[in-house]
């Protein structure tokens, strides 16, 4: 048994003592989730008597970040409040996802998200999907949820189920969800250098590329912001304004690196660059 295997069956047997009282009796599960590109994520459920919907935390991070100096008390109380808190907001969250079966009640809240086509066979089995022509990426549906305060807390992945329900095809859906996506998350260039000096301003398109180095293409939420690369004539005005022809690096489905192309450029090396992050 791994330490971490071991640090899960903690977590499992003594959670429940740092619950609040309301939870004394529940079930507690750990659980494997399939994330972005497949990866296997382990996480922990607490199942009151009659519930049918539970949160889930994942435990890679606690036992990552907190040092071997830290109590495990210290440890298990920052995860029963941080479950206590994600209880909360699912529980908001499965009021609001009840809307997604009515297409005209979350229309205008559907956005694209660009992922990797062969890392995500399995978790995108049963979901509407669009190959972006030339490249590895599909094009993959969401619908974005907002708390009372007007500010995105969550989103539900787009499947056949529900588009079976909405009674609409691939072509509509991906110009609705583009359409959106364009308007709500609106592309923000910045240089690489910039963001490590904790500069936010955003670059024009002209401005791009006047230094050597990275430029990153994302939005402001810093969320799901590679869908940039599918915004109509974004990469042509760039170009343009510009002059220069250029690599885009995939480095995240948050955001993607423009390289300008230059003579005597390894192609191989920025592939590289990218397979490693």
Known sequence: ??????????????????????????????????????????????????????????????????PEWISEQTVFKTIAE??????????????????????DSVKDSIRVQVVNKEANQESLRHCPKKEIEGTDLLAVFR?????????????????????????????????????????????QLNSMMSVFFDSEESLAPEEVFREEGLYILSNPQKSNGAATILYPGLLQSIAEATRSSFYILPSSIHEVLLVKEVNGMDTKALQSMVMDI
């Open 82 to 103: 941080e479950y206590v808190k994600a209880q909360a907001e699912l529980s908001q969250i499965k009021t609001m996802a009840d809307s997604v079966k009515d297409y």
């Open 143 to 187: 619908v974005i949820f907002y708390n009372n305060r007007g500010k995105e807390c969550a989103s539900a992945l787009i499947t056949d189920a529900i588009m079976e329900k909405w009674d609409t095809d691939v072509e509509s859906l991906y110009e609705t969800a583009l359409t959106n996506t364009v308007v709500q998350a609106p592309a």
């Open 1 to 66: 048994m791994t330490g971490f295997e071991k640090f899960q069956q903690k977590v499992k047997d003594g959670i429940l003592s740092y619950m609040p009282e309301e939870y004394q009796g529940a079930m507690v599960d750990i659980v494997h989730v399939q994330k972005n590109n497949d990866q296997d994520r382990v996480g922990m459920t607490i199942r009151k008597d009659g519930q049918t919907v539970a949160a889930t935390v994942y435990l890679e991070r606690y036992y990552a970040e907190f």
